[in-house]
């Protein structure tokens, strides 16, 4: 089994900084991407960043210049650094882990549960 939790949502200013952290545990073998998406009430799932093992990344347009993902890989741990926060990033969001769980078997995602971010004054 594996699990993806995530921590560090809340509510915050518009201008405001959250840090979202997101632990992956259990019958992990290799992590590949890991990233973070988010949904916003009566929209799609959309992509916010992500973050290979090698550390290389990919951000939606929206939050470029804002927002910074990194990874550490010994944790199994992946972060999302907003700042400059915005009402339109109210959302909840969730964490994703592309990964294998043992030598023989091939990548499956994983998700977590949703952390909620609410930016308003």
């Known amino acids: 089994q594996v699990q993806l939790v995530e921590s560090g949502g809340g509510l915050v200013q518009p201008g405001g900084s959250l840090r979202l952290s997101c632990a992956a545990s259990?019958?992990?073998?290799?992590?590949?991407?890991m990233g973070w998406y988010r949904q916003a009430p009566g929209k799609q799932r959309e992509l916010v960043a992500t973050i290979t093992s090698g550390s290389s990344t990919n951000y939606a347009d929206s939050v470029k210049g804002r927002f910074t993902i990194s990874r550490d890989n010994a944790k199994n741990t992946v972060y999302l650094q907003m700042n400059s926060l915005k009402p339109e990033d109210t959302a909840a969001y969730y964490c994703?882990?592309?990964?294998?769980?043992?030598?023989?078997?091939?990548?499956?995602?994983?998700w977590g549960q949703g952390t909620q971010v609410t930016v308003s004054s």
């Open positions: 259990g019958s992990i073998f290799s992590i590949n991407a």
């Open positions: 994703n882990a592309n990964l294998r769980t043992t030598y023989y078997s091939g990548r499956s995602a994983y």
